[in-house]
């Protein structure tokens, strides 16, 4: 796999947007002869990390959903090398608006109790919502949910247990809590923090965003 030509056309952009390049140009970006350049590129296409659309003067090249996986992957095991933790787990994916559940849920004082217990904070009534690409799914799945929220009653109501493992957004540390559903959907963390992300981080729907595990 050509990771180096495929972060290349990433730095050209062409995981935003159609990336019109011909195979000279693209010789010229990655040192090498035009002939180079089209058998990188038809690799990378037969490997489906890149889709192109041939035009008159050129080509139009638009990287995959794959591809984009494989960088962030590539930027999952860079962030652990320099981190100097080699265990380092980053979860990525884009913000998106959840069903609004999380405020009354967060905000029950049988819930709240144990977060500031358990968690060390006292937490805003509100999740952020993140859905995961694939390769974070896969390290979610890996990931030991240790820390235990207990079900309970309340006004003759029953409130399910869940778990939730400590994060890291930029400066904020918070929690991914996951409520014990039979159906939960895998590819969605909910975090809770002792503040709004949203509004912290200034995040609006469709944000890409890294969630660091800490222990």
């Avoid at 895998?186 to 503040?195: R, S």
């Avoid at 509004?199 to 969630?211: A, P, Q, R, S, Y």
Wanted: charge should be neutral; hydrophobic fraction near 35%; charged fraction near 25%.
């Amino acid at each position: 796999m050509d990771i180096s030509s495929l972060k290349k056309l990433a730095l050209l952009g062409a995981h935003q947007k159609p990336l019109e390049l011909s195979s000279v140009e693209f010789a010229t970006y990655i040192d090498s002869s035009q002939q180079t350049a089209a058998r990188k590129l038809k690799a990378l296409e037969d490997e489906k990390l890149i889709s192109r659309k041939i035009l008159p003067d050129g080509q139009l090249i638009s990287m995959t959903k794959k591809g984009i996986e494989i960088l962030q992957k590539e930027l999952n095991d860079y962030q652990g090398i320099f981190s100097g933790n080699g265990n380092i787990r980053i979860l990525s994916g884009k913000t998106i608006t959840g069903l609004g559940e999380g405020q009354y849920y967060i905000s029950l004082e049988g819930y709240r109790k144990q977060f500031i217990e358990k968690l060390g904070f006292d937490p805003y009534p509100g999740t952020l919502n993140v859905r995961l690409d694939a390769n974070s799914i896969d390290i979610r799945k890996k990931i030991a949910q240790s820390i235990r929220i207990s079900g309970f009653t309340d006004q003759n109501r029953t409130f399910g247990k869940g778990s939730c493992f400590r994060v890291r957004i930029s400066d904020i540390e918070g929690a991914v809590i996951t409520p014990e559903r039979t159906h939960y959907p895998e590819d969605i963390i909910e975090i809770i923090a002792p503040v709004n992300l949203r509004e912290h981080l200034e995040l609006k729907d469709g944000t890409n965003i890294n969630v660091e595990v800490i222990k």
